[in-house]
Protein backbone atom coordinates (compact mmCIF):
# COMPACT_ATOMS: atom_id res chain seq x y z
CA UNK A 1 0.00 0.00 0.00
CA UNK A 2 3.06 2.56 1.01
CA UNK A 3 4.55 3.70 -1.69
CA UNK A 4 8.45 3.18 -1.26
CA UNK A 5 10.60 5.82 -2.59
CA UNK A 6 13.75 4.55 -4.31
CA UNK A 7 16.63 6.81 -3.54
CA UNK A 8 16.32 5.78 0.73
CA UNK A 9 19.37 4.18 2.41
CA UNK A 10 19.37 0.77 3.66
CA UNK A 11 19.20 2.01 7.09
CA UNK A 12 16.33 4.72 6.65
CA UNK A 13 14.60 1.06 4.04
CA UNK A 14 14.96 -0.70 8.27
CA UNK A 15 13.54 2.54 9.63
CA UNK A 16 10.57 2.52 7.43
CA UNK A 17 9.92 -0.78 8.00
CA UNK A 18 9.87 -1.26 11.58
CA UNK A 19 7.37 1.85 11.46
CA UNK A 20 5.39 -0.09 9.12
CA UNK A 21 5.15 -3.26 11.12
CA UNK A 22 3.82 -1.37 13.99
CA UNK A 23 1.44 0.58 11.47
CA UNK A 24 0.14 -2.96 10.45
CA UNK A 25 -0.44 -4.46 13.58
CA UNK A 26 -2.32 -0.92 14.51
CA UNK A 27 -4.34 -1.43 11.23
CA UNK A 28 -5.16 -4.86 11.29
CA UNK A 29 -6.14 -4.87 15.49
CA UNK A 30 -8.31 -2.14 13.93
CA UNK A 31 -9.92 -4.11 11.19
CA UNK A 32 -10.24 -6.96 13.62
CA UNK A 33 -11.91 -5.17 16.69
CA UNK A 34 -13.83 -2.70 14.87
CA UNK A 35 -14.60 1.23 15.97
CA UNK A 36 -14.69 1.38 19.65
CA UNK A 37 -17.93 2.62 21.51
CA UNK A 38 -18.35 5.47 23.19
CA UNK A 39 -17.62 3.31 26.79
CA UNK A 40 -14.25 1.70 25.43
CA UNK A 41 -13.59 5.32 24.24
CA UNK A 42 -14.12 6.75 27.44
CA UNK A 43 -12.41 4.06 29.14
CA UNK A 44 -9.22 5.10 26.83
CA UNK A 45 -9.88 8.60 27.77
CA UNK A 46 -10.43 7.77 31.35
CA UNK A 47 -7.02 5.52 31.34
CA UNK A 48 -5.30 8.50 29.79
CA UNK A 49 -6.64 10.83 32.78
CA UNK A 50 -5.25 8.50 34.82
CA UNK A 51 -1.76 8.67 33.78
CA UNK A 52 -1.70 12.30 33.75
CA UNK A 53 -2.23 12.62 36.69
CA UNK A 54 -0.13 9.94 38.34
CA UNK A 55 2.76 11.49 35.79
CA UNK A 56 2.24 15.32 36.35
CA UNK A 57 5.26 15.79 38.81
CA UNK A 58 7.53 13.92 36.42
CA UNK A 59 6.25 15.28 33.93
CA UNK A 60 6.53 19.03 35.47
CA UNK A 61 10.32 17.66 36.42
CA UNK A 62 11.55 16.09 32.66
CA UNK A 63 10.39 18.89 30.82
CA UNK A 64 12.33 21.49 33.43
CA UNK A 65 15.12 19.30 32.99
CA UNK A 66 14.70 19.39 28.83
CA UNK A 67 14.71 23.19 29.27
CA UNK A 68 17.49 23.87 31.70
CA UNK A 69 14.64 25.33 33.34
CA UNK A 70 11.18 25.70 32.50
CA UNK A 71 8.48 27.26 34.87
CA UNK A 72 6.63 24.40 37.16
CA UNK A 73 3.54 26.92 37.16
CA UNK A 74 3.98 27.34 33.24
CA UNK A 75 3.93 23.39 32.50
CA UNK A 76 1.08 23.15 34.78
CA UNK A 77 -0.94 24.87 32.93
CA UNK A 78 -0.16 24.81 29.55
CA UNK A 79 0.76 21.32 29.86
CA UNK A 80 -1.55 19.18 32.53
CA UNK A 81 -4.03 21.30 32.90
CA UNK A 82 -4.52 22.20 28.70
CA UNK A 83 -4.25 17.69 28.35
CA UNK A 84 -6.98 17.56 31.12
CA UNK A 85 -9.25 19.69 30.01
CA UNK A 86 -9.78 18.42 26.47
CA UNK A 87 -9.96 15.04 28.03
CA UNK A 88 -12.56 16.05 30.32
CA UNK A 89 -14.57 18.09 27.43
CA UNK A 90 -14.62 15.32 25.22
CA UNK A 91 -15.86 12.91 27.22
CA UNK A 92 -18.78 14.91 28.18
CA UNK A 93 -19.75 15.46 25.07
CA UNK A 94 -18.67 12.10 23.10
CA UNK A 95 -22.12 10.78 22.70
CA UNK A 96 -23.49 14.08 21.27
CA UNK A 97 -20.69 13.99 18.86
CA UNK A 98 -20.73 10.23 17.96
CA UNK A 99 -24.46 10.70 17.34
CA UNK A 100 -25.09 10.11 13.86
CA UNK A 101 -26.61 13.70 12.37
CA UNK A 102 -29.48 13.42 10.31
CA UNK A 103 -30.02 15.75 7.50
CA UNK A 104 -32.77 17.34 5.61
CA UNK A 105 -33.74 15.12 2.72
CA UNK A 106 -34.61 16.86 -0.85
CA UNK A 107 -38.73 16.33 -1.36
CA UNK A 108 -38.72 13.95 -4.62
CA UNK A 109 -36.30 11.97 -2.78
CA UNK A 110 -38.31 11.36 0.82
CA UNK A 111 -39.39 9.59 2.30
CA UNK A 112 -35.65 8.20 1.95
CA UNK A 113 -33.48 9.52 4.91
CA UNK A 114 -29.84 11.16 5.13
CA UNK A 115 -27.56 10.98 7.66
CA UNK A 116 -23.72 11.85 8.30
CA UNK A 117 -22.37 8.92 10.53
CA UNK A 118 -18.89 9.49 12.36
CA UNK A 119 -16.20 6.38 11.34
CA UNK A 120 -12.86 6.38 12.41
CA UNK A 121 -10.15 6.73 10.12
CA UNK A 122 -8.35 3.90 11.50
CA UNK A 123 -4.36 4.74 12.17
CA UNK A 124 -3.59 8.37 13.17
CA UNK A 125 -0.21 9.72 12.98
CA UNK A 126 1.13 12.39 14.93
CA UNK A 127 4.67 14.42 14.79
CA UNK A 128 4.93 16.94 18.06
CA UNK A 129 7.50 19.90 18.47
CA UNK A 130 9.16 20.20 21.50
CA UNK A 131 7.91 23.66 22.52
CA UNK A 132 5.01 22.17 24.82
CA UNK A 133 6.02 18.78 24.55
CA UNK A 134 3.47 16.71 26.27
CA UNK A 135 0.63 19.46 25.24
CA UNK A 136 1.26 18.96 21.87
CA UNK A 137 1.61 15.08 21.85
CA UNK A 138 -1.42 14.63 24.04
CA UNK A 139 -3.83 16.89 23.01
CA UNK A 140 -4.62 15.96 18.97
CA UNK A 141 -4.14 12.29 20.92
CA UNK A 142 -7.18 12.98 22.84
CA UNK A 143 -9.34 13.83 19.61
CA UNK A 144 -8.09 10.57 17.70
CA UNK A 145 -9.09 8.47 20.90
CA UNK A 146 -12.28 9.98 20.97
CA UNK A 147 -13.22 9.55 17.45
CA UNK A 148 -12.64 5.95 18.06
CA UNK A 149 -8.82 5.46 16.06
CA UNK A 150 -5.14 3.70 16.80
CA UNK A 151 -2.47 6.37 17.11
CA UNK A 152 1.51 6.01 16.25
CA UNK A 153 3.36 9.39 18.14
CA UNK A 154 6.57 10.89 17.47
CA UNK A 155 7.57 13.23 20.22
CA UNK A 156 10.64 15.44 19.59
CA UNK A 157 13.88 14.84 19.76
CA UNK A 158 14.56 18.01 21.51
CA UNK A 159 13.00 17.30 24.64
CA UNK A 160 14.38 13.74 25.19
CA UNK A 161 13.40 13.15 28.91
CA UNK A 162 9.80 14.15 28.75
CA UNK A 163 9.32 12.22 24.96
CA UNK A 164 10.62 9.32 26.81
CA UNK A 165 8.29 9.34 29.71
CA UNK A 166 5.49 9.99 27.24
CA UNK A 167 6.75 6.80 25.77
CA UNK A 168 7.12 4.88 29.35
CA UNK A 169 3.45 6.37 30.72
CA UNK A 170 1.23 5.59 27.26
CA UNK A 171 3.25 2.19 26.95
CA UNK A 172 1.70 1.86 30.96
CA UNK A 173 -1.75 2.22 29.99
CA UNK A 174 -2.34 1.39 26.32
CA UNK A 175 -1.41 -1.73 24.06
CA UNK A 176 0.96 -0.60 21.70
CA UNK A 177 -1.94 -1.86 19.14
CA UNK A 178 -3.81 1.20 20.49
CA UNK A 179 -1.24 3.55 21.06
CA UNK A 180 2.58 3.10 20.16
CA UNK A 181 5.03 6.18 20.57
CA UNK A 182 7.98 6.34 18.53
CA UNK A 183 11.12 8.01 19.64
CA UNK A 184 14.20 9.98 17.48
CA UNK A 185 15.39 12.59 15.18
CA UNK A 186 14.84 13.99 12.18
CA UNK A 187 15.44 10.33 9.98
CA UNK A 188 13.23 9.05 12.05
CA UNK A 189 10.68 12.13 11.60
CA UNK A 190 11.27 11.74 8.09
CA UNK A 191 10.59 8.24 7.88
CA UNK A 192 7.46 8.57 10.23
CA UNK A 193 5.94 11.27 7.56
CA UNK A 194 6.39 8.45 4.70
CA UNK A 195 3.69 6.04 6.12
CA UNK A 196 0.60 5.20 4.89
CA UNK A 197 -1.29 6.45 8.20
CA UNK A 198 -5.39 7.15 7.37
CA UNK A 199 -4.48 11.02 8.45
CA UNK A 200 -1.11 12.58 9.93
CA UNK A 201 -0.84 15.67 12.01
CA UNK A 202 2.05 17.09 12.15
CA UNK A 203 2.91 20.21 14.37
CA UNK A 204 5.94 22.54 13.74
CA UNK A 205 7.64 24.65 11.57
CA UNK A 206 6.33 25.78 7.89
CA UNK A 207 9.43 24.31 6.05
CA UNK A 208 9.70 21.24 7.92
CA UNK A 209 5.52 20.96 7.30
CA UNK A 210 6.10 21.35 3.34
CA UNK A 211 8.67 18.54 3.47
CA UNK A 212 5.77 16.10 5.71
CA UNK A 213 3.39 17.05 3.21
CA UNK A 214 5.60 16.16 0.36
CA UNK A 215 6.04 12.84 1.97
CA UNK A 216 2.36 12.14 2.86
CA UNK A 217 1.57 12.90 -0.10
CA UNK A 218 3.34 9.94 -1.93
CA UNK A 219 0.41 7.80 -0.14
CA UNK A 220 -1.90 10.21 -0.33
CA UNK A 221 -2.31 10.80 3.43
CA UNK A 222 -4.58 13.46 4.26
CA UNK A 223 -2.18 15.78 6.74
CA UNK A 224 -3.21 18.21 9.19
CA UNK A 225 -0.72 20.43 9.79
CA UNK A 226 -0.41 23.28 12.78
CA UNK A 227 2.35 25.15 11.87
CA UNK A 228 3.98 29.24 12.67
CA UNK A 229 4.56 32.28 11.77
CA UNK A 230 4.77 35.91 12.32
CA UNK A 231 1.48 36.75 14.45
CA UNK A 232 1.09 40.36 14.65
CA UNK A 233 -0.39 42.35 17.70
CA UNK A 234 -1.82 45.58 17.21
CA UNK A 235 -2.79 48.17 19.58
CA UNK A 236 -5.51 51.16 18.65
CA UNK A 237 -5.07 54.83 19.46
CA UNK A 238 -7.96 54.31 21.57
CA UNK A 239 -7.05 51.68 23.65
CA UNK A 240 -5.90 51.65 27.57
CA UNK A 241 -1.71 51.20 26.55
CA UNK A 242 -1.11 49.78 29.83
CA UNK A 243 -3.39 46.96 29.62
CA UNK A 244 -2.35 46.48 26.42
CA UNK A 245 1.17 46.35 27.69
CA UNK A 246 0.91 44.00 30.20
CA UNK A 247 -1.53 41.36 28.01
CA UNK A 248 1.38 41.32 24.83
CA UNK A 249 4.12 41.61 27.73
CA UNK A 250 2.35 37.82 29.24
CA UNK A 251 2.05 36.64 25.58
CA UNK A 252 5.54 37.16 24.91
CA UNK A 253 7.17 36.00 27.69
CA UNK A 254 5.19 32.80 28.66
CA UNK A 255 7.64 29.80 27.97
CA UNK A 256 10.20 32.80 27.02
CA UNK A 257 8.43 33.40 23.44
CA UNK A 258 8.93 29.32 22.53
CA UNK A 259 5.09 29.44 22.31
CA UNK A 260 3.48 29.28 18.75
CA UNK A 261 0.67 31.95 18.98
CA UNK A 262 3.24 34.45 20.95
CA UNK A 263 2.74 37.29 19.66
CA UNK A 264 5.69 38.27 17.00
CA UNK A 265 5.84 41.65 16.97
CA UNK A 266 4.20 44.56 17.49
CA UNK A 267 2.22 47.99 15.80
CA UNK A 268 1.75 50.60 18.24
CA UNK A 269 0.21 54.14 17.53
CA UNK A 270 3.03 56.59 16.09
CA UNK A 271 3.96 59.32 19.11
CA UNK A 272 2.47 56.19 21.70
CA UNK A 273 5.85 53.92 21.28
CA UNK A 274 8.26 55.17 23.99
CA UNK A 275 5.24 55.23 26.36
CA UNK A 276 4.78 51.58 25.44
CA UNK A 277 8.26 50.50 26.05
CA UNK A 278 8.22 52.15 29.31
CA UNK A 279 5.00 49.98 29.98
CA UNK A 280 6.59 46.96 28.65
CA UNK A 281 9.67 47.66 30.75
CA UNK A 282 7.37 48.10 33.87
CA UNK A 283 5.21 44.79 33.12
CA UNK A 284 8.30 42.62 32.51
CA UNK A 285 10.21 43.90 35.77
CA UNK A 286 7.12 43.36 37.73
CA UNK A 287 6.73 39.34 36.20
CA UNK A 288 10.41 38.77 36.50
CA UNK A 289 12.37 40.93 38.85
CA UNK A 290 15.38 38.57 38.20
CA UNK A 291 16.46 36.28 35.53
CA UNK A 292 19.20 33.61 36.93
CA UNK A 293 17.87 31.48 39.21
CA UNK A 294 14.24 32.86 38.65
CA UNK A 295 12.18 29.49 38.54
CA UNK A 296 9.51 31.64 37.01
CA UNK A 297 11.73 32.47 33.40
CA UNK A 298 11.98 29.63 31.30
CA UNK A 299 15.32 28.79 29.75
CA UNK A 300 15.91 28.70 25.50
CA UNK A 301 15.42 25.02 24.84
CA UNK A 302 18.60 24.01 23.24
CA UNK A 303 22.26 25.97 21.92
CA UNK A 304 21.13 25.70 18.18
CA UNK A 305 17.65 27.88 19.35
CA UNK A 306 19.68 29.76 21.87
CA UNK A 307 22.23 30.78 19.05
CA UNK A 308 19.45 31.64 16.69
CA UNK A 309 17.82 33.98 19.01
CA UNK A 310 21.08 36.24 19.32
CA UNK A 311 21.83 36.04 15.80
CA UNK A 312 18.38 37.85 14.85
CA UNK A 313 19.06 40.72 17.74
CA UNK A 314 22.49 40.71 17.01
CA UNK A 315 21.57 41.26 12.98
CA UNK A 316 18.88 43.38 13.70
CA UNK A 317 20.83 45.58 15.81
CA UNK A 318 23.70 45.76 12.87
CA UNK A 319 21.04 46.71 10.32
CA UNK A 320 20.43 49.91 12.80
CA UNK A 321 17.93 48.86 15.16
CA UNK A 322 17.78 50.25 18.75
CA UNK A 323 18.24 47.26 20.98
CA UNK A 324 16.24 47.35 24.73
CA UNK A 325 17.39 44.49 27.32
CA UNK A 326 15.66 44.00 30.38
CA UNK A 327 17.05 42.93 32.34
CA UNK A 328 16.29 44.24 36.19
CA UNK A 329 18.56 42.95 38.37
CA UNK A 330 21.87 43.25 35.88
CA UNK A 331 22.43 39.74 35.97
CA UNK A 332 24.34 37.59 33.31
CA UNK A 333 22.37 34.79 32.56
CA UNK A 334 23.42 33.23 28.73
CA UNK A 335 24.76 30.41 31.29
CA UNK A 336 21.78 29.61 32.24
CA UNK A 337 20.35 29.80 28.40
CA UNK A 338 18.37 32.42 29.32
CA UNK A 339 17.83 35.64 27.01
CA UNK A 340 16.52 38.37 28.93
CA UNK A 341 13.25 40.22 26.95
CA UNK A 342 14.20 42.28 24.71
CA UNK A 343 12.87 45.15 22.83
CA UNK A 344 13.65 46.04 19.54
CA UNK A 345 12.77 49.71 17.53
CA UNK A 346 13.39 51.03 14.24
CA UNK A 347 13.26 47.43 12.35
CA UNK A 348 12.71 47.50 9.11
CA UNK A 349 11.84 43.94 6.86
CA UNK A 350 15.76 43.49 5.70
CA UNK A 351 16.54 42.56 9.05
CA UNK A 352 16.27 38.66 9.66
CA UNK A 353 14.59 39.41 12.90
CA UNK A 354 11.08 40.90 10.91
CA UNK A 355 11.56 37.94 7.91
CA UNK A 356 11.61 35.04 10.50
CA UNK A 357 9.03 33.45 12.92
CA UNK A 358 11.22 34.75 16.49
CA UNK A 359 10.27 32.04 18.70
CA UNK A 360 11.71 33.85 21.79
CA UNK A 361 11.27 36.51 23.88
CA UNK A 362 12.39 39.13 21.37
CA UNK A 363 9.70 41.70 20.72
CA UNK A 364 10.30 44.27 17.85
CA UNK A 365 7.82 47.18 17.39
CA UNK A 366 6.82 48.94 14.84
CA UNK A 367 5.19 53.01 14.97
CA UNK A 368 1.84 53.40 12.48
CA UNK A 369 -0.24 56.20 11.59
CA UNK A 370 -3.57 54.60 10.19
CA UNK A 371 -4.41 51.45 10.53
CA UNK A 372 -4.97 50.81 6.99
CA UNK A 373 -1.18 50.87 6.54
CA UNK A 374 -1.30 47.86 9.12
CA UNK A 375 -3.71 45.63 7.52
CA UNK A 376 -2.28 46.13 4.05
CA UNK A 377 1.20 45.11 5.68
CA UNK A 378 0.29 42.28 7.38
CA UNK A 379 -1.94 41.34 3.99
CA UNK A 380 1.28 41.17 2.33
CA UNK A 381 3.26 38.94 4.52
CA UNK A 382 2.67 35.22 4.88
CA UNK A 383 -1.00 34.55 6.71
CA UNK A 384 -0.41 34.22 10.42
CA UNK A 385 -1.28 31.30 12.73
CA UNK A 386 -2.88 34.34 14.93
CA UNK A 387 -3.25 38.05 15.27
CA UNK A 388 -4.11 40.25 18.41
CA UNK A 389 -6.24 43.56 17.97
CA UNK A 390 -6.42 45.86 20.95
CA UNK A 391 -9.33 48.36 20.78
CA UNK A 392 -12.63 49.51 21.54
CA UNK A 393 -13.37 51.15 18.32
CA UNK A 394 -16.15 48.74 17.05
CA UNK A 395 -15.22 50.18 13.06
CA UNK A 396 -11.67 49.61 13.74
CA UNK A 397 -12.08 46.01 15.59
CA UNK A 398 -14.47 45.02 12.47
CA UNK A 399 -12.06 46.16 9.75
CA UNK A 400 -8.96 44.11 11.30
CA UNK A 401 -11.63 40.88 11.78
CA UNK A 402 -13.23 41.41 8.57
CA UNK A 403 -9.81 42.70 6.29
CA UNK A 404 -7.17 40.25 7.82
CA UNK A 405 -6.65 36.55 7.80
CA UNK A 406 -4.69 34.51 10.35
CA UNK A 407 -5.59 31.10 12.03
CA UNK A 408 -7.46 32.75 15.25
CA UNK A 409 -7.69 35.77 16.45
CA UNK A 410 -8.03 36.92 20.34
CA UNK A 411 -9.43 40.65 20.50
CA UNK A 412 -8.04 42.97 24.07
CA UNK A 413 -5.68 39.94 24.63
CA UNK A 414 -3.71 37.49 23.88
CA UNK A 415 -3.06 33.61 23.56
CA UNK A 416 -6.50 32.66 24.78
CA UNK A 417 -8.13 31.39 22.50
CA UNK A 418 -6.24 28.13 22.41
CA UNK A 419 -7.72 27.44 25.80
CA UNK A 420 -11.64 27.63 24.52
CA UNK A 421 -12.27 24.05 22.99
CA UNK A 422 -15.00 25.11 21.55
CA UNK A 423 -13.52 26.67 18.81
CA UNK A 424 -10.88 25.08 16.45
CA UNK A 425 -7.19 26.08 16.35
CA UNK A 426 -5.28 25.73 13.60
CA UNK A 427 -3.73 27.96 10.90
CA UNK A 428 -4.39 29.44 7.62
CA UNK A 429 -1.83 29.03 4.45
CA UNK A 430 1.42 29.51 5.61
CA UNK A 431 0.67 29.01 8.78
CA UNK A 432 -1.11 25.53 8.93
CA UNK A 433 -4.21 23.45 7.08
CA UNK A 434 -7.04 22.09 9.10
CA UNK A 435 -8.09 22.78 12.62
CA UNK A 436 -8.66 20.92 15.51
CA UNK A 437 -9.87 20.52 19.50
CA UNK A 438 -12.67 19.70 20.86
CA UNK A 439 -15.42 18.77 18.83
CA UNK A 440 -13.14 19.67 15.45
CA UNK A 441 -10.22 17.49 16.58
CA UNK A 442 -13.33 14.67 17.05
CA UNK A 443 -14.74 15.68 13.46
CA UNK A 444 -10.77 15.68 12.20
CA UNK A 445 -10.23 12.44 13.44
CA UNK A 446 -13.51 11.09 11.85
CA UNK A 447 -14.51 10.34 8.33
CA UNK A 448 -18.27 11.48 8.06
CA UNK A 449 -19.63 9.27 5.96
CA UNK A 450 -22.87 10.34 4.07
CA UNK A 451 -25.40 7.98 4.47
CA UNK A 452 -28.68 7.88 2.25
CA UNK A 453 -31.40 5.17 3.27
CA UNK A 454 -33.77 4.26 1.25
CA UNK A 455 -37.32 3.30 3.00
CA UNK A 456 -39.80 0.51 2.26
CA UNK A 457 -41.87 2.62 0.04
CA UNK A 458 -40.31 4.81 -2.43
CA UNK A 459 -40.71 5.78 -6.07
CA UNK A 460 -36.95 5.05 -6.99
CA UNK A 461 -37.97 3.12 -9.91
CA UNK A 462 -40.16 5.84 -11.09
CA UNK A 463 -37.07 7.69 -13.44
CA UNK A 464 -36.04 4.46 -14.64
CA UNK A 465 -36.04 4.07 -18.78
CA UNK A 466 -37.83 3.60 -21.07
CA UNK A 467 -38.19 7.16 -20.56
CA UNK A 468 -41.40 8.90 -21.37
CA UNK A 469 -44.12 11.35 -21.02
CA UNK A 470 -43.88 10.52 -17.05
CA UNK A 471 -40.32 11.55 -16.75
CA UNK A 472 -40.72 14.41 -19.06
CA UNK A 473 -42.88 15.37 -16.21
CA UNK A 474 -40.67 14.74 -13.66
CA UNK A 475 -37.79 16.27 -15.15
CA UNK A 476 -39.95 19.32 -15.21
CA UNK A 477 -40.97 19.83 -11.80
CA UNK A 478 -37.06 19.18 -10.82
CA UNK A 479 -35.92 21.74 -13.12
CA UNK A 480 -38.21 24.78 -11.40
CA UNK A 481 -37.52 23.44 -7.74
P1 LIG B 1 10.60 21.94 13.42
O1 LIG B 1 9.68 21.95 12.28
O2 LIG B 1 11.91 22.61 13.26
O3 LIG B 1 10.88 20.46 13.88
C1 LIG B 1 9.83 19.57 14.15
C2 LIG B 1 10.29 18.16 14.00
O4 LIG B 1 10.43 17.91 12.63
C3 LIG B 1 11.61 17.82 14.62
O5 LIG B 1 11.35 17.17 15.83
C4 LIG B 1 12.28 16.90 13.60
O6 LIG B 1 12.47 15.61 14.12
C5 LIG B 1 11.26 16.81 12.50
N1 LIG B 1 11.87 16.81 11.17
C6 LIG B 1 13.02 17.32 10.75
N2 LIG B 1 13.21 17.07 9.44
C7 LIG B 1 12.13 16.39 9.03
C8 LIG B 1 11.72 15.86 7.77
N3 LIG B 1 12.45 15.98 6.67
N4 LIG B 1 10.55 15.23 7.70
C9 LIG B 1 9.78 15.11 8.79
N5 LIG B 1 10.11 15.60 10.00
C10 LIG B 1 11.28 16.22 10.12
O7 LIG B 1 9.75 22.60 14.56
P2 LIG B 1 10.12 22.78 16.06
O8 LIG B 1 11.40 23.57 16.16
O9 LIG B 1 10.03 21.50 16.79
O10 LIG B 1 8.90 23.68 16.55
C11 LIG B 1 8.84 25.05 16.37
C12 LIG B 1 7.84 25.43 15.31
O11 LIG B 1 6.61 24.79 15.55
C13 LIG B 1 7.54 26.89 15.27
O12 LIG B 1 7.47 27.33 13.94
C14 LIG B 1 6.15 26.99 15.90
O13 LIG B 1 5.40 28.10 15.51
C15 LIG B 1 5.55 25.72 15.45
N6 LIG B 1 4.47 25.33 16.34
C16 LIG B 1 3.20 25.35 15.88
C17 LIG B 1 2.17 25.00 16.75
C18 LIG B 1 0.74 24.99 16.30
O14 LIG B 1 -0.10 24.45 17.01
N7 LIG B 1 0.41 25.58 15.15
C19 LIG B 1 2.44 24.64 18.05
C20 LIG B 1 3.75 24.64 18.48
C21 LIG B 1 4.78 24.97 17.61
Redesign the pocket.
Known amino acids: MAVLTSHLTAESRNQDSDLMQILDRQRRAFLRDGPPRREQRVRKLDALLALILKYQDSLVESVSEDFGNRSPHETLLAEIIGAIKPIKHARKHLKRWMKPERKPMELELMPARAEIHYQPLGVIGI??????PFY?TINPLIGALAAGNRVML?P???TPRTSQLIKDMLAEGFDDTEVAVVL???D???A??RLPFDHLL????????R??MM?AAENMVPVTL????KSPAIVGPDYDLKHAANRITFGKLLNAG????APDYCWVPEGKVDQFVDLVTEQATSMYPSLADNSDYTSIVADR?YARIQNLIEDAEQKGARVIEINPASETVSNQRKIPPTLLLDVTDEMDVMEQ?I?GPVLPIKPYKELGEVIDYVNDHPRP?ALYHFSNNAGAKQRIREQTTA?GMCENDTLLHVMVEELP???VGP??TGGYHGHYGFTRFSHAKSVFRQSKLNGAGLLNPPYGKFTDFMLKVMMKR
Open positions: MAPWNYLKSELGGPVAAFSYTGSTPVGKVAELGGQTCIHEFLGFGGSG
